[in-house]
């Protein structure tokens, strides 16, 4: 990448790689690309390309927060805000026929300065306060989703696909090769294009649903983990389409299949050293850092749950089980809890959140556990004992739906403090809307069960 770190650097490899067209990303709300397509030798021309602000403030459903959170937060001149491309993010786009790049972008206000509205700045503000800490924050996402059956009757429910067999999967599979070769030619081009893109996925594995897969991916620094993912869902979907099927990164796409995660492996490098802080010290298990980074988890992961579970559907795989954690325990090994530290060499200390659905922003994600972390550094939190038995046997402790979340992320302002108190209003307002738009709708359960009994 370092090649293209620089305006003359890029410029020079797009003339190299006879580059024709740049697609400018911006990581919504949501975690989709907004943006525009623009001609490789345009793109210099003004670099500071442009989109409306209030692009930073839409719905899943093409909606508006209330007016009294649009006013506040929007210039009345319905005014543009800047985008500035981030070169390292800079990758092939390996699904179309033109040589074509695709670039994400940070979004900025006329004086260059970074939009508070904006995820990846708000990821962005989290690692700053680690920084100045001296502490560099390394993640390892895995990222689970479904195949499913081309579906364009929304009141149809999902299928899972035919594979190569000419069957659609019955029995649960998990870690089954065979079942995921059942979709090698899909496959094989998806690996094809994270090679095309430098997407660093490491495992495929089958999970436990029809047709559910995991892809981990290597460990590196919060920002990159975050674009990758952003990255790969795109490409995903293109991917699965190709193949005559869907990719979904729905939290529970399917009412009798399990949900599907983004848990998240996260561990602490001192910038001077590169020493992994989470390593033991003295006679304990682990640090007293990673002690402290636990607890500020397990004390604040509740208030942050509308980041982990951002949609009205998220909350479908948490109530079902179907191994979603139901509560802030943290153990050694224990996949039944919420926060588990894998057994793992010294210098890979970590621990693992698995919290996140994979429908998660993987920004907003990545910046609220962080930031929940260094809360607990802050207030040198001590965690709860590990637990030794099934955490799935405790009782419950997190939001159990979408307006839960809303309430209790508008109540913790010590959150509101790290991840920025106009963006908090932003995306509770954001939130507020997509439930008030969602329980407009009357559902096929309400037309079968109270049409003519109520």
């Not at 190299?16 to 397509?37: C, Q």
């Not at 500035?84 to 670039?103: G, H, K, L, Y």
Request: proline share 6%; net charge negative.
């Amino acid at each position: 990448m370092s090649e293209k770190s620089s305006k003359q650097g890029l410029q020079q490899w797009l003339k190299d790689h006879r580059i024709t067209e740049v697609e400018v990303l911006l990581p919504d709300m949501t975690g989709n690309a907004r943006g525009k397509i623009i001609p490789a030798y345009r793109f210099f021309d003004d670099d500071r390309v442009r989109l409306p602000e209030a692009i930073l403030l839409q719905t899943v459903t093409g909606d508006w927060p209330d007016d009294e959170v649009y006013d506040e937060l929007m210039d009345a001149r319905d005014i543009d805000l800047y985008l500035r491309p981030d070169a390292n993010t800079t990758c092939m786009v390996p699904w179309v026929a033109e040589p074509t790049v695709q670039i994400i972008h940070d979004a900025v206000d006329a004086a260059g300065n970074p939009h508070p509205l904006a995820p990846r700045n708000v990821l962005r503000g989290v690692l700053d306060q680690y920084h100045a800490e001296g502490l560099e924050p390394i993640v390892a996402p895995e990222l689970e989703f479904y195949l499913v059956k081309k579906n364009t009757d929304a009141d149809v429910p999902l299928q899972p696909p035919i594979g190569r067999s000419g069957r659609p999967e019955r029995a649960r599979q998990s870690y089954s090769i065979d079942a995921v070769n059942e979709f090698d030619p899909l496959f094989e081009e998806m690996y094809d294009f994270c090679e095309a893109m430098d997407l660093d996925v490491d495992t495929l594995i089958h999970e436990s649903g029809a047709a559910q897969m995991e892809v981990n991916f290597d460990h590196s620094d919060a920002l990159s983990r975050a674009d990758q993912v952003f990255l790969f869902k795109r490409m995903m979907r293109e991917v699965a389409m190709r193949h005559d099927v869907y990719a979904t990164f729905l939290a529970k796409p399917m009412e009798n299949e399990p949900g599907s995660s983004m848990h998240v492996h996260q561990s602490m490098n001192d910038i001077e050293s590169g020493r992994n802080v989470f390593q033991a010290d003295g006679e304990h298990s682990i640090s007293e850092t990673m002690r402290h980074y636990i607890g500020g988890l397990q004390k604040y992961t509740a208030d942050a749950m509308l980041f982990y579970a951002p949609n009205v559907n998220s909350y479908r795989r948490i109530a079902h089980g179907d191994g979603a954690p139901m509560n802030v325990h943290w153990g050694i090994d224990n996949r039944t809890a919420g926060l588990r530290v894998p057994i793992s060499s010294p210098q890979a200390t970590r621990v693992e959140s698995r919290f996140a659905g994979s429908d998660a922003n993987p920004y907003l994600a990545f910046a609220a556990s962080l930031a929940c972390g260094l809360l607990g550094i802050r207030e040198k939190l001590e965690p709860t004992p590990p637990l030794e038995g099934s955490a799935y046997e405790e009782p419950g402790s997190l939001p159990a739906a979408l307006e839960n979340s809303l309430s209790m992320l508008e109540g913790q302002t010590a959150l509101h403090g790290l991840l920025g108190e106009d963006f908090i209003k932003a995306y509770v307002g954001i939130k507020r809307k997509e439930h008030e738009t969602f329980f407009r709708v009357i559902s096929s359960w309400e037309r079968e069960y109270l049409l003519l009994t109520v």
